[in-house]
């Protein structure tokens, strides 16, 4: 399973790189959405992205929209991780493509119990 | 603040007595993580002091405290996935078949703050129609009085909702109110929640169709296991089901369930 985490703090980045390799993933970083696009597009496809909303450049929303448009990344499931937790927040992102949305702060159960839901766990 | 061995056996004691939960040796961690909110909420100054009150009162209110702390236990909306696609695409497809004009009722036994219960109304408004839906009856029992309250007030921490809850249902089924999500009032009302203790007389026990009796076995020693379980054939209805927790079986007890594969999961059948 490949999964890319996109943080702009490399604190949480290391925290899900942490938890995704225990559970054998192989994990790629980038700190905004805009480095996000460059290493989708120069490597194999991912099957999950974890994608903070607000960071520099290019945010997690325009992100989501960008790979949604892109038929090439079809099947790469998108899921936000951020402290964004209002309603309007979590339609917007869902409404734009993202398959799941988990509310920092979060622990490995609420990580791994998400990857369930998606078919990844 | 330690606990000495003398308290932690009589601690055990009464766990026990009260709600026949096992607590064995090399648990003392457990029982000092789950009772150091008790003694704050009660100015307790030691563990000591907590041992000294439940031999000398018993039957008081912090016999019913300990037994609360140490039998509560975390839990998460759609806990481990496979036992709701079972229910949704095998068990109640042929139960509906089964009993056509009949109500069925699920018992979600020792349902904590309720998410298990309430995680198969959600599921039974996704995918099955309002006649379908109109027949089931779902009813969570636990031991302990203070999460069943929490668990009919459906109100979650967002720590909570972040467990196991897609996000989509959290949108159709849940309000946001400051920190906390609420759920839908519609949902709620098809829940009961009573309170049953497995120890004792189980007054409030339904008669079902299906019980989840999750991550509940492993609490007990092999006696107490044989006793719920062969009550629970008596409380389940002929050709119903029972589950349970992922990494629990019915190998060291007698018992006229069969176990039966259905898709990724293990359910045992009470024969027809």
């Known amino acids: 399973m490949r999964i890319l985490v996109i943080d702009d703090s490399r604190a949480i980045r290391g925290i899900l790189r942490r938890m995704l390799t225990e559970i054998g993933a192989e994990v790629a970083e980038a700190e905004h959405g805009g480095k996000a696009l460059e290493v989708c597009a120069a490597s194999a496809p991912f099957d999950l992205a974890l994608v903070d909303w607000n960071m520099p450049e290019v945010d997690g929303l325009t992100f989501v929209r960008t790979v949604r448009a892109n038929p090439r990344y079809a099947g790469m499931k998108l899921m936000m991780v951020t402290t964004e937790t209002e309603v309007h927040q979590v339609e917007t992102a869902l409404a734009a493509g993202a398959n799941e949305y988990l509310m920092k702060p979060f622990g490995k159960d609420e990580v791994l119990g998400k990857l369930q839901l998606l078919g990844l766990g | ?272």
């Open chain 2, 1 to 272: 603040m330690t606990l000495a061995v003398s308290d932690f056996e009589h601690i055990c004691r009464v766990v026990r007595e009260e709600s026949g939960i096992v607590l064995e040796a090399g648990k003392e961690y457990l029982v000092e993580a789950r009772l150091a909110p008790v003694l704050r909420e009660r100015n307790l100054a030691s563990y000591a002091e907590l041992a000294a009150e439940l031999r000398t009162k018993p039957r008081g209110p912090l016999t019913v405290a300990v037994v609360e702390a140490m039998t509560t236990n975390e839990t998460t909306f759609f806990r481990d996935v496979t036992p709701f696609e079972v229910l949704r695409t095998k068990v109640l497809p042929e139960l509906f078949a089964a009993r056509p004009n009949g109500p069925l009722t699920l018992w979600s036994a020792a349902c904590s703050s309720g998410q298990e219960a309430y995680s198969v109304a959600m599921m039974l408004r996704e995918n099955f129609d309002d006649a379908s839906r109109a027949r089931v009856e779902i009813i969570g029992t636990d031991i302990d009085a203070k999460v069943l309250a929490r668990a009919r007030e459906g109100r979650y921490s967002q720590i909570e909702v972040n467990r196991g809850l897609p996000a989509a249902y959290l949108l159709r089924y849940f309000a946001k109110d400051g920190m906390h999500w609420v759920l839908r009032e519609d949902v709620r009302r098809q829940v009961e929640f009573r309170a049953m203790n497995f120890v004792g007389e189980w007054r409030g026990a339904p008669f079902a169709d299906v019980i989840l009796l999750r991550n509940v076995l492993i609490y007990f020693d092999q006696p107490t296991r044989q006793r719920i379980v062969s009550r629970m054939e008596r409380q389940l209805n002929r050709g119903g089901y029972l589950m349970l927790g992922s990494t629990e079986s019915l190998q060291d007890v007698d018992t006229r369930f069969d176990r039966v594969e259905l898709g990724r999961g293990v359910v045992y059948r009470l024969p027809g």
